[in-house]
């Protein structure tokens, strides 16, 4: 039986306004319907600091867009169990997996790091259609064109993706903005990026319109963050979620090396290059996953709770992604079954990442865990210094809460 919830959660749900309910259910119908994310917006380097994995280590994470496993396969762990609620993920980790296995490098560089591939109809038929799931074939049998689409690369589809080529439109009608933004991409060095940003994109970019399309709770559900999540970040913020975005995009143009930063570039450009993009993107990395690393992940469609209550194998690493932002304020009866369900399949060793909209966000008080009732700081030691030190180098820079957690000698007992 699942503990009474905190009161002021439970008040959360009934404070809801019509226009919150009109809202979620806005996200619930895109989100249901749609792949949300064309690439993982969390940065693996930083994560891979703080996981520290070995071969003996099993990982959960979060599907997304599958970046970010294909890149913790290269550490050679054990075992990397994906999970992800939306079957649209697990299709495009499944597509990327088949690539690997069966296709030449330039080919697979043209799929996911150009995002186009003039003949992709014939070598997804010929070579990629049956490694994929019964649910993977139907999806790609309709959408495997956006690999060679006339509206722009495979990164301007899905929802995501939709929302960039809304601002590639932009951009071309304000060439004045594009081509200091190209500008900023072909930078040597970190003067050069700042005095191109600051006398060049900041004036241009910072615009009342651009300022009200990042306040529109639309964008952001196109984006993946439903209105409890956006309305942590505007707590946060004294210009709401524009303000938050604008010190997040001066922070990665001013403070960190814009040529390795292949996160902004996709979105801004709708292309990775060879030199800027993920692990799994480059030669070596891509040769050493066919070579039999990638064989590591095994894709799974259910949530979190489903995945750890199916099985009893300890699991020493979790990559939770900002999921429980969705869940806190929605489902937070559901958030503390999955907390138990993490504890109760947590190795000893276990170690836990987790990124939030809110610097600390507050379920981490609020939640009550295990047949004790415990708080989560009873059974987890928070790594807020490493956290602290990890987050000044994330490229993508637009969660103010980065988590890293241990499971405590004393949790088990
Ligand atoms: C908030 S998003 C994280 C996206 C991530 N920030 C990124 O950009 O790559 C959450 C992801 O978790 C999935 N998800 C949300 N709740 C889940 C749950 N309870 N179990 C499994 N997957 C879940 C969603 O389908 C989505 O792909």
Redesign the pocket.
Known sequence: MNAPLPLEISQLALNLTLKDRIDQKIFDAL?SRSL??N????DPAVDRQALDLGPDDSVLV????G??ALDYALQGPRKIYT????PR?TALLELKIAGIKKLPFDDFFALFGSGFHPDIRNIYFEKLRTELSAFAQRYWDRRISWFCSDHGSFYFHGL?GFVARGFRSYFRLRPQLARPISALFAAENLESQREIYDNHVAGELWTPVINWVLNRQLTMSLL??PHP?RRLVQKQHPDGVAGFIREAIEYVFRHLPVRDNYFWRVYLTGSYTRECCPAYLKKAGFDALKAGLVDCIEPHT??????LEAGHEPITRFVL???????SCY?PA?LIE?WNAILERAAPSARLLL?SAHAHPPFLDWLRVGPKRQRLEDVLHFDDELAARLQQEDR?HT?AGFIIAHLKSSAND
């Open positions: 989100y949300v994310y690439t993982c917006w969390e979060i599907t997304s867009a970046c970010n999970v992800d609620a939306n993920q995501a993946g963050v999540q259910c949530t979190v709770t489903e995945f992604l900002d999921h429980m932002d969705w869940m489902y559901a999955e990124r993508v969660y």
